[in-house]
């Protein structure tokens, strides 16, 4: 199921992350942090990763800011979407914010199948995570439904993702530390790309929200 559309969204109301004062004292919101990047390189950086997750990683041609930002008085941004696009036409479309309700989600549009995640980032429960898929889906008859109907399937984790994350670098560490190992320079590699994309994006709402050419990873 090559991937066509990509949509994706990450929301939280900064209020019942960090308290009343979160749009005052909060580090996500200090103009004097992350150049004013604010939720998008926080939220945003989610959205972007999950979308060059559904094409393998690929760099999106151009990137896009949508001109319906929010920012704060000191100019950091608290609400933004952005477009993705890539040479051979797929797209991807991103919306993040710190006053919307929490939300988590994307769903990945190929022409013969759908994958709608709900909890991307945190999943609803902590020791289960869950999906849903369709494929070769069309109206039933009379149109009175869909067939066949999207399924679910749940990962059931013995230990959250948090610790698993933990254990992956510990590991990576130790292979380094007692076998010799080199560094792994998938990680790094992955960051690169995602962050190459944030500062399209950035660069896009600098420039009136006109198109900004990805750079290359080299």
């Known amino acids: 199921m090559p991937a066509f559309i990509i949509q994706s969204c990450f929301c939280f109301p900064g209020s019942s992350f960090g308290g009343p004062d979160f749009f005052r004292n909060n580090i996500r919101v200090d103009p004097n942090l992350d150049g004013q990047l604010g939720v998008l390189g926080d939220a945003g950086w989610y959205c972007i990763r999950a979308s060059l997750w559904a094409v393998d990683y690929e760099l999106p041609k151009t990137a896009i800011a949508i001109p319906r930002a929010i920012t704060s008085e000191s100019g950091v941004i608290l609400a933004c979407e952005a477009r993705l696009v890539w040479a051979d036409g797929k797209a991807a479309a991103f ?21 709608h995640v709900n909890d991307f980032v945190i999943p609803c429960q902590e020791n289960v995570a869950s999906f849903t ?10 149109m009175t439904g869909w067939t066949p109907l999207p399924s679910e399937h749940k990962v059931i984790l013995d230990i959250p993702q948090e ?15 007692w076998n010799g190992s080199k560094p792994e320079k998938m990680w790094q590699m992955l960051s ?27």
């Not at 549009?109 to 994958?115: A, C, D, H, P």
């Not at 898929?133 to 009379?142: G, H, P, Q």
């Not at 610790?163 to 530390?177: C, T």
């Open 95 to 115: 919306h993040c914010s710190y006053l919307s309700n929490m939300t988590m989600d994307i769903t990945v549009i190929g022409t013969r199948g759908t994958l």
């Open 133 to 142: 898929t369709a494929a070769e889906t069309r109206f039933a008859e009379l």
């Open 163 to 177: 610790a698993l994350m933990v254990k992956e670098f510990s590991a990576l560490a130790g292979s380094i530390k």
């Open 192 to 218: 690169r790309k995602t962050q190459l994309v944030l500062d399209a994006v950035k660069a896009s709402f600098a420039k009136g929200c006109q198109p900004v050419e990805v750079l290359s990873l080299n």
